[in-house]
Nanobody
Framework: QVQLVESGGGLVQAGGSLRLSCAAS????????MGWFRQAPGKEREFVAA????????VYADSVKGRFTISRDSAKNTVYLQMSSLVLEDTAVYYC??????????????????WGQGTQVTVSS
């Protein structure tokens, strides 16, 4: 089992920045790649970014490329999502995710093995 706990959500003005954290725990946590999804009201959950615990490979959704950065601290088993130049459309609940699949392509919810509880990000005008 893998447990994922997100933090760092909140209210931010458009154009601002926010950093989300995901603390991962469990004996097999390093067997999984880590990622972020988001879900806005009335919309499907969509992929944001993913990263491995080792190496430099990352993958991003087109909608966040150049604005969001995913990173990790392997010593702390923590994954971060640095969000900059936020726009109203970034408002959503952001979920941390763990998957055994990492092939350099975007993730779909069906391949996620574990989910966090989610953290709300609200971008105001």
């Amino acid at each position: 089992q893998v447990q994922l706990v997100e933090s760092g959500g909140g209210l931010v003005q458009a154009g601002g920045s926010l950093r989300l954290s995901c603390a991962a725990s469990g004996r097999t946590v390093r067997s999984y790649a880590m990622g972020w999804f988001r879900q806005a009201p009335g919309k499907e959950r969509e992929f944001v970014a993913a990263i491995r615990w080792t190496g430099s490979s990352t993958v991003y959704a087109d909608s966040v490329k150049g604005r969001f950065t995913i990173s990790r601290d392997s010593a702390k088993n923590t994954v971060y999502l640095q969000m900059s130049s936020l726009v109203l459309e970034d408002t959503a609940v952001y979920y941390c995710a763990a998957s055994r699949v990492f092939d350099g392509r975007r993730w779909y919810p069906q391949i996620v093995n574990f989910w966090g509880q989610g953290t709300q990000v609200t971008v105001s005008s």
